[in-house]
Structures are given as structure tokens and as C-alpha cells.
């Protein structure tokens, strides 16, 4: 198996357990697959998709990284038009009084993580990843972070783009410091930045 340097994108659903333990089954099975869809659709950089978990889609890309910018401009252009998904799903589902928790309980948060040898392997109609950094980012996913709605970009990613003006590009607020441990991989340390601040 040959192993390549690659970007990883999660975006992930949050609030995604609460929610289809509160709405019947017959609106959250649409309600889910319409926003994963969306951001789907949503993808503009050349993201591949390896797999869909239930809530969160794993994408990857190898070869030449987009610009910083264009990397944030993604991330703000699936958080932007997932609730513009959202308005849409409410319009159309209005007349079930469980649609107001649409909004209310579900979220999304995004994880960017680089891997320097991750590994390729065909199964079935997919391509599954395999190596330590899709582990780290899924990992990453459980962090100390106080907010559902974010982006996490790993001090991994942030190395590749070392040359450029990174702080310029978060233009809506200051990326913040974190950090967190986990077992058998040690500290992973990345900055973040709050999305709800899109939508206002």
C-alpha cells in the first residue's frame, strides 16, 4: 500500500444523538441525509469523500494544498450553506411542530488535520483511509473546545501554511490556542475559531 501526504476535512454534525432521540424517524431520516447532501454539494476545492458515518462525512485531498484562503472560504462556505439547508428543510416541514428543533439542536463543526503518510485501500465502491493521522483527526473530533459550532485546524495543517498570513484569512475573529491529550497518541495542539458568528 502506498502512503501520500493528504488534507483531512470532517465535517460533523453536532447535536446529531439529541436530535434523533427527540424527532420521529420518519422526519430525521430526511432531515440528515438532506444536510450531509448539502455539504456534499457544497464541496468547491476538490474534496473527496471516503466515507459517510452517520453524521459526519470524512473528506481527504492529495497533491498540491489550496491556499489557506481558499481552505477557509471552504469551511465558512459549508457552515453558511448548511443553514441555508436548514431555513429550507423548516419551510418545507413546517407543518410538523418537531421542525423547530431543527435549528435549535443541530449544528456543525468542522476538523482540518494533514497527515504526512496515510495510506489508500479499496473497499467495495470506497476508498478507505488508513494511518495514524485519521485516527488523530477523528480523535479530535472529542476535544475540550466550550462551543458545538467551530473550526479546529491542526497545528499539522497549519505547518503547510506557514508561509502565509493565517490570522489575515480568519477574518471574522481571532483563531484561539487549544489543546488536548489522548491516549496511546499524546498532545495534538491546534487553534480554533467559533462559527456562530457567521450567521449573525
Known amino acids: 500500500m502506498e502512503k501520500e501526504p493528504m488534507l483531512i476535512c470532517i465535517p460533523d454534525i ?37 466515507e459517510i458515518e452517520g ?15 481558499l481552505l477557509v472560504e471552504q469551511c465558512t462556505l459549508f457552515y453558511t450553506d448548511f443553514y441555508k439547508q436548514i431555513e429550507v428543510l423548516m419551510a418545507q416541514n413546517s407543518h410538523k411542530l418537531e421542525s423547530q428543533f431543527i435549528p435549535k439542536i ?39 473546545i466550550e462551543s458545538n459550532e467551530y473550526l479546529m485546524i491542526s497545528e499539522a ?23 488536548d491529550r489522548y491516549k496511546h497518541i499524546g498532545q495534538i495542539k491546534y487553534r480554533y475559531i467559533k462559527l456562530k458568528p457567521l450567521k449573525e
Do not use: C, R
Not at 169 to 174: K, L, M, R, S
Open 14 to 50: 453536532s447535536g446529531f444523538t439529541q436530535f434523533m432521540s427527540k424527532v420521529d424517524f420518519k422526519l430525521s431520516s430526511k432531515i440528515i441525509p438532506a444536510l450531509l447532501n448539502n455539504i456534499i454539494y457544497s464541496n468547491e476545492i476538490g474534496f473527496k469523500v471516503s
Open 55 to 69: 453524521d459526519a462525512i470524512l473528506f481527504y485531498k492529495t497533491g498540491n494544498l489550496p491556499s489557506f484562503k
Open 106 to 144: 443541530l449544528g456543525l463543526k468542522i476538523i482540518l488535520h494533514f497527515g504526512k503518510n496515510i495510506g489508500k485501500t479499496q473497499v467495495g465502491n470506497n476508498i478507505k483511509l488508513i494511518g495514524e493521522d485519521i485516527i488523530i483527526a477523528h480523535k479530535l473530533l472529542k476535544n475540550s
Open 157 to 179: 495543517v497549519l505547518e503547510q501554511y506557514k508561509n502565509q498570513d493565517i490570522q489575515k484569512e480568519t477574518f471574522w475573529n481571532a483563531l484561539k490556542y487549544g489543546k
